[in-house]
């Protein structure tokens, strides 16, 4: 057995009274793609962040090609061989490529332009040096990120959740490249909570639960279950069946919208045609950045169409496109953003007050005065009947976790009984029970004859909730596909573009 | 000489000021802080340069002494706003009182007294030219200050300094998370905006008008702050509305010599509005204020 | 003890006496000297607050009153200091009103017992606010004078702050001696359209000087500057700018703020109302404005011609006009 490339023994990390990391172990052998996998908040993150000099562990040792090694700075980390791409990049979008690069990487401009070509032939990487990285796509972007990394000749490359922002095409083209850089002697650590990909590309897996290692696998030996048990440490619950439903009332119909908005970096949306009735999920699904943004401000109304284009979005029947949000909500629409903090929900402000923000129709308010008891006692039944899980409803909206948080604000919005649900990226960044919980409850709304319409770049949600789905693509929308009759790789090609009239260069 | 000579001749010199401390400003804003205290610092300057040519320091000594005396008063704006990460623009404000209190404190003794100034240098050969020859002939400062605006263009085009620079102003959370310290790049930045700015006031009380008066900056370090803003963090654009704001408040004032029957005060605002009209015209288009703008200037850094 | 009783009785009788005398003894006492207070709104330093505050110094110098002084008070915080100084008992109060007119006549009427005296753009008011404003012009004639019979290119230009009549007033006397001596000169005016920005003043000289101006008048400094880098001279304005320009400035049009104070003073000691207008103290005739200049610098029969009118201007026999139109 080859000595490992790097050895964690008994590392613990605390931030005040939370505990991130208790007593980790961890090997990653030379040549291996190493999984760490773990729910949100299992403390996958933190982890990274000390291997990689971020921060420094309060207990235990790191050791690195047989030497200790006491990372100050990531400076550092990168000098000793380690380099890491970032879920958020850290890229700087008015420079270009190479500017970029030569942020992190000494050199004159000629030679790492040059590099950048050579790098990107190799490993199939290709990006433009000389584009500025606004103009880029996601995965462009991603790749200008691992090759910056690699130029710092890395033995040890740490890549947290890199396939979140990927068509599945994308994925494919990205795990070939791991492969060509394993063999070449690079290890790779590879956080995500996508099973099914783990098992397609890593050769090792370490679980993380609460901050704590439950166990090293070989990810190829078990199959999707088993390791979600150990991740989770119970059974997922199933799926919620959908009832077939069909033939309920329109509660929102948009026809042919064009929209172009005035920031000039903003997707322009053509020819939008959409419907959603009543007892039916209808998803949008498409890679960030092709109009999702855009599209829902025109939804829930924070973004109101100019007088001459009336007669384009129509709820319950009625013409909204004129209508500023809060008409809207008045016909009986609720809306669940894709923002928690600062749009579904006020940070600084009790769960309380943040109740009032969106329910304050439902008799929470008498002459213009908030019924402070009402309102306490609104909120308490939401918490729970939505399993929030927080010590009570005056606790600040901020310190609750992202999940729930999101179970919270979801729960408030299906309190109002609306007729027409929106939500966008319902299970971003929330934990594997709390999102499991949320698609239960909006399938369940939708067997009781709600209409809901969901934006999310989860595909497998999308599957598992929608009746129907619509691919988003440069700000068009592809056509209705029934989602029993449609594979993940026919959404995948949507998703691209592959599929429209005048197929623009293709998103790899 | 004709009223396009006499602009001509001017211009420059009559930018200097303007130049020198909007291109410190500059620097700043493009490392994402907004120090609005440029009048104080260049008051300050002024009168630090003023009291040591008037001691007989000499001018060399009197622009160190004045970047030194306004580098330190903006190290103490850094020290509020970025050390204990207080409001920027109260920071600023404050900081620029201050100034413009200490210079006349320290001007009280000297008000209306008077030093000699600097001889002009003539760029052999260019400055024959009819008409436009007496653009040549600048006294040191100006041409350093020209030297100066290259040097910071290049800087920010072509060199890693300027590309460091503009990343801590665009995404501060990005340029610390690949391992600079955001703070002490804001830090120096602020110092070198102060330094610029006392150069500025210097040239103002020992060159300019060899005379030191309390107030005798007049708003200056307010424009150049304004065209910082109009020039849309561009070096090339500051640079043009400087020599633009030059050019017409000389030319209100040739206006008013040859008997233009203009109401003064009209050719007073001038200058102002057509600066602010031509650089809003360039500046109109949408996406070049995006690319160009500074997405943290005037919010705090927390790590 | 009755002798000690019959001292003290004759000590409150001769007491009593002297105070009864002294009572009824005329106003006009060398002996007590009048509170007064200067209240300057820029540095002492500045050219026209020194004028005020040597006439101070000098009459304090001299017994008249006994003087205290704040500079540099800003319009947000002069009528306190008006307040301040009647509270403590100054008797009169010197200082100036432009940036707070309003609010200082009403400092006035609550102190009725003080009397102000202040430069002011607008009218006296009621019987303890008087006013007095800025008449170099009589200076300013003498200068011009000289001027015009100096100029070989019988153009002259005058810099001036902004066109309000007291420097309009100025202006056009220098500009009136001039055409007195030398009717074909021509008079060039740029205002600068502010009170305090040197390098303004500068750059508007050198506009002139462009223009075919070889004498300036400065109303506003920095106008010397732009004569000293193109080797012209210039007229300076209110103090004596000579010394600090000595080959530029040849002639200063004077004020004199004395006899202004004088005046103010004697009303005072007399109990007579200040409320009036005291500018006129502030003429050549009275003592007030002058003509510094250099001997020697403009051609002989010049400066005979002027002295001569300087003469007449004191004897009253000639008075300088007063044109407040905006001069052309």
Redesign the interface.
């Known amino acids: 057995m080859t000595a490992p490339l790097l050895s964690l023994r008994g590392i613990s990390k605390s931030y005040g009274q939370i505990h991130a990391n208790q007593g980790i172990d961890l090997d990653v052998a030379p040549e291996s793609i190493h999984a760490v996998l773990g729910e949100n908040g299992a403390g996958k993150s933190t982890l990274m962040k000390l291997i990689y000099g971020v921060e420094q562990p309060d207990e235990g040792t790191i050791v690195w090609d047989g030497e200790p090694l006491n990372l100050a700075s990531p400076a550092e980390a990168r000098r000793k061989g380690i380099g890491m791409v970032f879920q958020h990049f850290s890229l700087f979008e008015t420079l270009t490529v190479v500017e970029n690069i030569r942020l992190v990487v000494p050199g004159r401009k000629a030679d790492l332009t040059e590099r950048i070509r050579t790098l990107g032939r190799d490993f199939g990487l290709e990006v433009d040096p000389l584009a500025p990285v606004h103009a880029l796509s996601v995965g462009e972007r991603q790749r200008v990120e691992i090759i910056r990394c690699l130029m710092t000749k890395p033995r040890l490359l740490i890549l947290d959740e890199p396939t979140s922002v990927l068509p599945p095409q994308s994925v494919d083209k990205l795990f070939d490249t791991l492969r060509r850089l394993r063999d070449g002697g690079v290890s790779i650590l590879f956080i995500s909570h996508k099973l099914e990909e783990i098992r397609a590309i890593c050769d090792k897996a370490t679980i993380l639960r609460a901050g704590r290692v439950t166990g090293h696998v070989d990810p190829r030996e078990h199959d999707a279950h088993d390791l979600a048990r150990l991740m989770i440490g119970r059974d997922m619950p199933e799926p919620m069946p959908a009832v077939s439903q069909s033939g309920g009332e329109k509660r929102l119909e948009i026809i042919g919208l064009d929209h172009r908005p005035e920031d000039p970096f903003a997707v322009a949306l053509s020819g939008i045609s959409l419907t959603v009735r009543a007892g039916e999920i209808l998803g949008i699904a498409g890679i960030s950045g092709n109009g999702q943004s855009e599209l829902a401000a025109l939804i829930s109304g924070e973004t109101v169409l100019p007088r001459e284009q009336r007669d384009r979005i129509y709820m319950m029947g009625k013409d909204v496109g004129t209508l500023g949000a809060a008409a809207r909500r008045q016909l009986g629409f609720a809306f669940v953003p894709e923002d928690r903090l600062g749009r579904g929900a006020v940070p600084e402000m009790s769960l309380v007050l943040n109740s009032l923000l969106t329910a304050h129709p439902l008799g929470l308010l008498r002459h213009g005065l908030v019924e402070k008891a009402r309102a306490k006692a609104f909120t308490s039944e939401c918490i729970r009947q939505y399993d929030v899980r927080t010590p009570g409803p005056d606790v600040e909206a901020g310190a609750l976790s992202g999940g729930n948080l999101q179970k919270f604000i979801v729960g408030r919005e299906i309190m109002l009984s609306p007729k027409l649900l929106f939500v966008a990226q319902p299970t971003w960044g929330v934990d594997v029970g709390a999102a499991s919980a949320i698609r239960r409850r909006l399938v369940a709304l939708r067997n009781e004859g709600m209409a809901i319409l969901v934006i999310s770049e989860e595909l497998e949600e999308l599957f598992e909730l929608c009746d129907v789905i619509q691919v988003l693509h440069h700000g068009t929308l592809s056509p209705r596909l029934e989602t029993r009759d449609t594979r993940p790789e026919d959404i995948g090609q949507y998703m691209i573009g592959a599929h429209t009239p005048a197929a623009p260069k293709v998103l790899a | 000489m004709n009223a396009l000579e006499f602009i001509l001749a001017g211009m420059l010199a009559a930018a200097t000021p303007f130049l020198l401390a909007a291109l410190g400003e500059l620097v700043v804003e493009r490392a994402g802080v907004l120090n609005l205290g440029v009048e104080g610092l260049m008051a300050f300057g002024a009168v630090l340069a003023f009291i040591v040519v008037y001691h007989g320091g000499g001018h060399l000594l009197s622009f160190v002494a004045a970047g030194l005396g306004s580098a330190v008063l903006s190290l103490v704006f850094a020290l509020v706003a970025l050390g204990f990460r207080a409001n920027q623009v109260a920071t600023g404000l404050a900081i620029g009182i201050l100034g413009q209190g200490l210079s006349a404190l320290f001007g009280k003794t000297y008000e209306s007294l008077t030093v000699k100034g600097l001889p002009k240098l003539a760029l052999p050969w260019l400055s024959e030219i009819p008409l436009a020859g007496r653009l040549f002939t600048q006294d040191i400062v100006v041409w350093l200050s020209l030297a100066a605006t290259l040097a910071i263009w290049v800087m920010f085009a072509y060199t890693k300094v300027g590309l460091v620079v503009r990343a801590t102003g665009e995404n501060p959370k990005a340029a610390h998370a690949i391992g600079y310290s955001v703070t002490a790049i804001r830090f120096a930045a602020v110092a070198f905006g102060g330094t610029m700015a006392g150069f500025a006031g210097a040239y103002a009380a020992v060159v300019y008008t060899p005379l030191w008066a309390d107030g005798m900056i007049a708003g200056r370090g307010w424009i150049a702050i304004a065209l910082v803003v109009f020039g849309t963090w561009l070096t090339g654009r500051i640079f043009l509305g400087a020599c633009l704001f030059g050019a017409v408040s000389l030319m209100g004032l040739a206006a008013q010599a040859t008997g233009l029957d203009v109401p003064s005060q009209v050719l007073a605002s001038l200058p102002y509005l057509v600066t602010i009209i031509v650089l809003g015209i360039i500046s109109a288009d949408r996406r070049l204020l995006k690319l160009n703008g500074i997405a943290s200037l005037g919010e705090p850094f927390e790590r | 003890m009755t002798r000690d009783l019959m001292m003290s009785r004759r000590n409150v009788l001769a007491s009593g006496l002297a105070l009864g005398v002294s009572a009824f003894a005329p106003a006009v006492r060398a002996s007590a000297p009048i509170k007064v207070a200067g209240i300057h709104a ?2 002492v ?3 026209w607050n020194s004028v005020l505050h040597k006439a101070l110094q000098d009459a304090a110098a001299e017994g008249v009153i006994e003087y205290v002084f704040s500079e ?1 008070v800003s319009g947000t915080d002069y009528p306190r200091a008006m307040r301040e100084y009647a509270e403590q008992g100054a008797k009169l109060i010197i200082g100036e009103a432009y940036a707070v007119e309003k609010q200082a006549r009403e400092v006035a009427v609550d102190y009725p017992e003080t009397a102000f005296v202040l430069g002011s753009s607008g009218k006296e008011s009621g019987d303890n606010f008087g006013v007095f404003g800025t008449w170099n012009h009589d200076g300013a004639y003498l200068a011009g004078m000289l001027a015009g019979k100096m100029t070989k290119s019988n153009v002259v ?1 005058s810099v001036g702050a ?2 309000i009549p007291e420097v309009n007033m100025l202006i056009n006397a220098f500009a009136a001696g001039v055409k007195a001596v030398n009717p074909d000169a021509k008079h ?7 009170f ?9 000289g ?3 000087i ?2 075919g ?1 070889d004498i300036l008048f400065g109303e506003r ?2 106008t010397a ?1 732009a004569a000293k ?1 193109r080797n012209i001279k210039s007229v300076g304005s209110l103090i004596d700018y000579t010394p ?2 000595p080959d530029t400035v040849f002639a200063n049009a004077l004020w004199g703020f004395r006899p202004i104070l004088s005046a103010a003073i004697a009303d005072v000691a007399a109990g007579k109302p200040v409320g009036k207008d005291y500018t006129a103290f502030g003429l050549l005739k009275e003592g007030g404005s002058d003509v510094a200049y250099v001997k020697g610098v403009a051609p002989a029969e010049a400066e005979t011609a002027m002295e001569a009118k300087r003469a007449e201007i004191k004897s009253g026999a000639f008075e300088v006009p007063r044109i407040t139109d905006e001069p ?1």
């Open positions: 820029s540095p330093e500045n050219a540099g230009g902004m066109p060039l005016v740029t205002f600068i359209g502010t305090f920005d040197p390098p303004k003043a500068r750059e508007a050198l506009a002139q462009d223009a101006a400094i920095g500057d880098e600090r320009y052309k």
